[in-house]
């Protein structure tokens, strides 16, 4: 609960009269009265606790001991390790909270497999049994973890936060008791995890019994905890969110955000009342998550200005100080005097590994004794193993020995193996479409993985895979086998862009091969391809059926160095195939066909991203089902899905995207197609090319990428200029 800065002026003249009084008692004794420091939670809105903790700073007024809560933990934290508001605003302005939030390693470091899964499905569970088991948190804090290890190593030795350089306190909750806990010992940097678990947001951390959750829930402006340690004078920066009127609950996180805060808000009050010098800043504009770099920054700009507000009360307060032992001064060392810059390895443990042998996870650390203890790299080596999604988390403590040796202890949490995946997408030609996917990994062996799929209804498609990559993954050649049934129904359309009959594509494939992963980014597989088709067509309510046996030499190959799978801006994919039909090979038709697509994209300011693409498709003697299918959304702008049938074609586009604002982009869209064979041979008087342009907008939700484009298009091959207008949507993931 948040008040105004005067709201309080009554409350503080009456502390400032008690204020007077305790100077002149401890004047007798010649003891300086005990400054605590409370920093309350937040979230971004904590960033205004910076500019209080400089002007303390620089006016020397000591600080005796420090609670905090969410994100007033982290900057207590950082002060009480005797970093000076300055650092602390380095600290916490230049971190990319976007990308803390973000439990994965950069796109380009994730191994292909990995990243080919990551781009389908919104949901993902543990499977105990055959009943799923839901996540505690949507983000499980893997790189905040790091970060925080990383920032605060120079005091990894430090478990007593009485021994820091200011006493410090980290207020927490108990999930299972649901009672305060209050953080006195342990590691620095899971204590700072924990205080900053939103529920269902954040994974709860678990400490010895407990499962600790954000303590803003019960006490959000800790000052009782402070006055425990010892404080005489209590200086309190309260950025919490105020309870809001009923007219401002407008939205579900409203109502959530609302339901936070009411627990604590009557401790709240109660500790206002302890409180002698409170500095509230103006926060209304700003929400708990606004963690940009703009919005951070003017946060601090608030922070700012709250704290010249208080300047008049800080400096009556150092001048009462100061009567004591004359000027006071600040000469806390942000690091211990033991403490070694490169430190060396003496031994390493890894606990918490139940599935995954001690080797396997050493391998991957890249570390050993007798070696300097890089950060930088250690946290750069876990990163690459987290990629693997083997582990829930991966953290690590730091124990110093003697003579500059360090013990370094790894702690992990492993995740099931068994998962059930379920993804979503909407689109104008095939509505909806769920995948649900069963995966299990280290069957039987350890590194083999089984995935079974199912994609319906707007398509019917079940595939099974069984795969032997290794359990890290980088296996430069492994083996598969693989199985697919669909049954999909699609439209033909004639040269001149009408519709002209139904079919339903129809097949079961079987196959085994060999994969070639030489880099994350890039993957080759060559098989051995059975495939029985029964495709129907009907045109002019007659059918046509198909039986045909295929069997097949068949070569697939994916690169890969997109940035970001949904909004690129660097990076890009080429992919496509080959397929050989002989009945040297036991088949019934003798073709071949050959396809290839290029995505490329590059920013070429902040804003501003240009995206290249092309396909270029060819063959010779293919049958109806196999021919290429270009138009919608994806492959043609301006066309119809799937309304350009052809035995040969080639096309190329290029596409603007302008970030409007966060998660809002306008696209411009152009695309033209040539080297066009239409499917019916005795079609041959065709347009040398045809063109397509769009104009479009493209939003990222908690389901996907949300996508409307409007466009224009050539629909006939045979007839210049005459263009139809289309409009796409598209919604989810892919798949």
């Known amino acids: 609960m948040g008040y105004a800065y005067g709201s309080v002026r009554k409350v503080t003249m009456k502390r400032m009269v008690f204020i007077v009084f305790l100077f002149l008692t401890a004047s007798l004794a010649q003891e300086r009265p005990k400054i605590g420091l409370v920093l309350s939670g937040g979230g971004a809105r904590g960033a205004a606790h910076i500019p209080v903790l400089k002007l303390l700073d620089s006016l020397n007024i000591p600080v005796d001991y420090i609670a905090g809560t969410s994100m007033g933990g982290l900057a207590g934290a950082f002060y009480a390790l005797g970093y000076s508001g300055k650092r602390v605003e380095n600290i916490l302005l230049k971190a990319d909270w976007d990308e803390l939030f973000n439990d994965l390693p950069p796109r380009r470091i994730q191994p292909y497999i990995v990243k080919y899964q990551k781009s389908r499905y919104q949901l ?180 700012r200005e709250a704290a010249r507000r208080a300047i008049p009360q800080l400096q009556e307060l150092k001048r009462k100080l100061n009567r004591f032992t004359g000027p006071q001064t600040k000469n806390i060392p942000d690091k211990p005097a033991d403490f070694s810059e490169k430190p060396i390895i003496y031994s390493l443990n890894i606990s918490g590994n139940k599935k995954l042998s001690f080797a396997f996870i050493y391998q991957f650390l890249d570390v050993a004794p007798g070696e300097i203890l890089h950060l930088d790299k250690l946290n750069r080596a876990i990163q690459l193993l987290y990629s693997l999604n083997y582990f829930k988390t991966i953290e690590y403590d730091i124990i110093p020995l003697r003579s500059g040796h360090v013990h370094l202890e790894i702690h992990v949490q492993e995740r099931l193996f068994r998962r059930l995946r379920i993804g979503f997408r909407y689109d104008d030609y095939r509505k909806i479409v769920l995948a649900v996917k069963m995966q299990g990994t280290n069957i039987l062996v350890p590194g083999v993985r089984g995935e079974l799929e199912y994609q319906f209804p707007g398509i019917s498609r079940l595939t099974y895979r069984l795969s032997y990559p290794s359990v890290s993954l980088k296996r430069p050649i492994y083996p598969y086998l693989r199985a697919e049934h669909e049954n999909t129904p699609k439209i033909g359309f004639d040269e001149h862009g009408k519709e002209v009959l139904t079919y339903a594509e129809r097949n079961f494939q079987a196959g085994f091969g060999l994969g070639f992963l030489p880099i994350d980014a890039f993957n080759v597989q060559a098989e051995f391809n059975f495939e029985l088709n029964r495709s129907t067509s009907i045109i002019s309510a007659q059918k046509r059926e198909f039986n045909d046996k295929l069997c097949k030499i068949r070569i697939e190959y994916d690169y890969d160095s997109l940035d970001d799978v949904f909004i690129p801006h660097s990076g890009g994919t080429f992919s496509g195939s080959y397929e ?148 796409y949507m598209k919604a989810g993931y892919l798949f």
């Not at 206002?272 to 929400?287: A, E, N, W």
């Not at 019934?588 to 991203?609: A, D, G, I, M, V």
């Not at 049958?623 to 119809?640: A, I, N, V």
């Not at 152009?670 to 005795?682: G, L, P, S």
């Open 124 to 303: 993902d569970f543990g499977l105990k049994g055959v009943a799923p088991v839901l996540p505690l948190g949507l983000i499980e804090g893997e790189k905040i973890s790091l970060f925080f290890s990383k920032e605060t190593f120079p005091y990894s030795q430090i478990h007593d936060f009485n021994k820091l350089p200011i006493p410090f306190r980290c207020v927490t909750v108990d999930l299972i008791s649901g009672k305060e806990v209050v953080l006195t010992k342990g590691s620095l940097p899971r204590a700072m995890r924990a205080t900053i678990s939103i529920p269902s947001v954040f994974n709860p951390v678990e400490w010895g019994d407990s499962l600790l959750i954000d303590g803003g829930i019960v006490n959000n402006l800790p000052v009782d905890v402070v006055k425990k340690m010892g404080a005489d004078i209590v200086i309190a920066v309260n950025v919490g969110t105020p309870l809001k009127k009923r007219h401002r609950l407008r939205s579900t996180i409203d109502i959530f955000e609302q339901a936070f805060n009411i627990p604590g808000s009557y401790r709240e009050e109660r500790n206002l009342r302890q409180v002698d010098i409170l500095i509230t800043p103006d926060l209304d504009l700003f929400s708990s998550g606004d963690f940009s770099k703009k919005k951070m920054r003017s946060i601090v700009v608030a922070g």
């Open 580 to 727: 050989l039909s002989d009945k040297r090979l036991g088949s019934k038709l003798n073709y071949w066909l050959f396809q290839s697509y290029l995505h490329y994209y590059f920013s070429f300011l902040p804003r501003h991203t240009l995206h290249l693409s092309g396909f270029m498709g060819t063959g010779r003697s293919m049958p109806f089902y196999k021919k290429f299918s270009l138009g919608g959304m994806q492959s043609f702008t301006g066309g119809r899905y799937d309304q350009y049938s052809a035995r040969e074609a080639a096309t190329a586009g290029l596409e603007y995207r302008w970030m409007y604002k966060k998660d809002i982009y306008l696209k411009l869209l152009f695309n033209t197609m040539f080297d066009y064979k239409y499917i019916d041979r005795a079609v041959s008087k065709i347009q040398p090319y045809i063109v397509g342009y769009g104009i479009g907008l493209k939003l990222l939700s908690l389901l996907g990428p949300v996508e409307f484009v409007f466009s224009r298009g050539e629909k006939s091959f045979v007839q210049k200029n005459d263009f139809q207008n289309v409009y």
